[in-house]
């Protein structure tokens, strides 16, 4: 399910507050900071963003 357009906007990486790219589409669904030095990867769980930290994945 992705997310609305509108809300990735205005939602920020809470680890550096940079800007998120919409991964919502692919699988796993993910919201993906755009800073190339976090690139933390967050889930999206029933089109639902988990902008938690502790629940991101670590870039490789
Ligand atoms: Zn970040």
Same mark, same amino acid.
Request: aromatic share 2%.
């Given at each position: 399910?992705? !997310?609305?357009? =509108?809300?990735?906007?205005? %939602? /920020?990486? *809470?680890a550096?507050?940079?800007?998120?790219?919409?991964?919502s589409?692919?699988?796993?669904?993910?919201? !993906?900071?755009? =800073?190339?030095?976090?690139? %933390? /990867?967050? *889930?999206v769980?029933?089109?639902?963003?988990?902008?938690?930290?502790?629940?991101?994945?670590?870039?490789?």
């Amino acid at each position: 399910m992705p !997310v609305e357009a =509108s809300l990735i906007e205005i %939602l /920020a990486c *809470p680890a550096c507050h940079a800007p998120l790219a919409d991964r919502s589409a692919a699988d796993p669904a993910e919201l !993906v900071c755009t =800073s190339g030095d976090c690139g %933390l /990867a967050y *889930p999206v769980r029933d089109g639902i963003p988990v902008l938690l930290v502790d629940e991101a994945r670590r870039p490789a």
